[in-house]
């Protein structure tokens, strides 16, 4: 796949799911909106029927004060036709009226008249009840508009009548919260509250003025709130918090393929580095060693005894060269397996590095510098498969001849101590060309070559230290490494003794 069209398939995948995800949020949003309308809608409704009925209670009050008080002034001097019966009952009952004397008459007289006496008697009656019945509502009325708001409020909405009207009236709504309320005169006052009122911010109150036709100054308001009402309001949106997650879910996944992706870009680019380095590596010791070949063949070749030294040194070097790099390529199967076969045997570190160093001389002179070696380390013995102890070291090395700054001879030093009395330090340092620091956290890597620019050209797989690394950990051991551009480089080897 192209570097392109994963970009592209990355934007659209990011577009698509930023979409859903903002959609969702929105969706939220305005559920948890229209939610809170319709709470604070049912809360409106209870609070303005509480208030109703606070005033009805106030009329009933003032109605039964007022009742009380008539019957006072009229007992002795009023008949009991004076109570509000039900009006029909006073038209049947029409004979009570004592201070008529009509109505004492004996019933053999002209019935006709009597009926008319009778309607006339009774809509006298019933107009002298309506006007008493008129001016007892106009007194309560008047009452009610002057004298209502003298009372204190605490009587006139006393709170065990509030909270059982508020519950009621919340609970005929739908609504089941528990509430907490306040009465709040003009001057913000409160009056009295229950004991879990504690509003956090205005918005959370909703509010109510009681007795409305109160004059201003005199007017108090309910104020309710409720405690639990984020969580009312959370409990219907609850079912899209999956959505949510899942969507989550998905972008994390998505994210992580792309990464995916781009990682096995990567890693197909490098390998196809890989196959170009090892095709160039390879091709320069076949041809060399095919134009020796075509030399034997040469009849003067083969007759001068120092040519054909020459020419089987050179078949020799360059199969020598062509081993080295079959046995790099080789190395790198060691990665994909398990459990690398390894032969742990006790090793003297000193006497191993040594003989190493011995044969690598040579490697170094040729380029005009020196190898020193300062190994200090006590009872070096280590726990190492040998063969691959001789590769980390020598790999090492071969770095350090390879990236040798170009006129500057290179000056190698292996150094062995004991950082404590359980383990071995091994260092290689050389004075070469050195790397970044950001190069340097990456070097350990497979297939990690740092980028050649103008500084070097030289050949690699980017295998050596990838290996190196490998084997000092199956050894028990770590590496680091140290470099400053141009000054040089130092790897670093910490491995356990065996004792
Ligand atoms: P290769 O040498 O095949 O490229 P390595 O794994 O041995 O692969 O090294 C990885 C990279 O680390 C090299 O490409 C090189 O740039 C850098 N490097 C390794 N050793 C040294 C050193 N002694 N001095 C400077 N750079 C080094």
Redesign the pocket.
Known sequence: MKRSTIWILTVVMAIALLGLLAMQIVYLEKMVAMRNSQFSEIVMRSLYSVSTMLEQNETQYFLDQDLAEAEQTYSGTQQKSFTFNDPHEAAIDTTINTEDPSTLRPANLNRLKNLNDTYQRKQEILKGQYLYQKSLLNEVILTILNHSSDRPIQERADSATVASYLRSELEFNGLTLPFEFAIVNRANGVVYKTDGYSPMSQQDVYTQVLFPNDPKSKQNTLNVTFPNKSDYIFSSVKFLVPSLAFTFLLLGVFLYTISLAFKQKKLSEIKNDFIN?MTHEFKTPISSISIAAQMLNDDSVRKSPEMLKHVSGVINDETKRLRFQVE?VLQLSLFDRKNATMRLEEEDANANIYSIINTFKLKVEKYGGHINANLDAEDPIIKVDKMHFTNVIF??L???V??RREDVPPELTVTTVNPDEDHIQIT?A?N????KRE?LKK??EKF???S?GNL?D???????????NKMIDLFGGSIR?E?EVNK??K?IITLPLYK
């Open positions: 380095n790099k790999n090492l071969d770095n350090a390879k990236y290689v050389d070469g060309i050195g790397m190069d070097i350990f990690y070559r740092v050649t070097h030289v050949k690699g797989f980017g295998l050596g230290l990838a290996y190196v490494a470099s040089g480089s790897f």
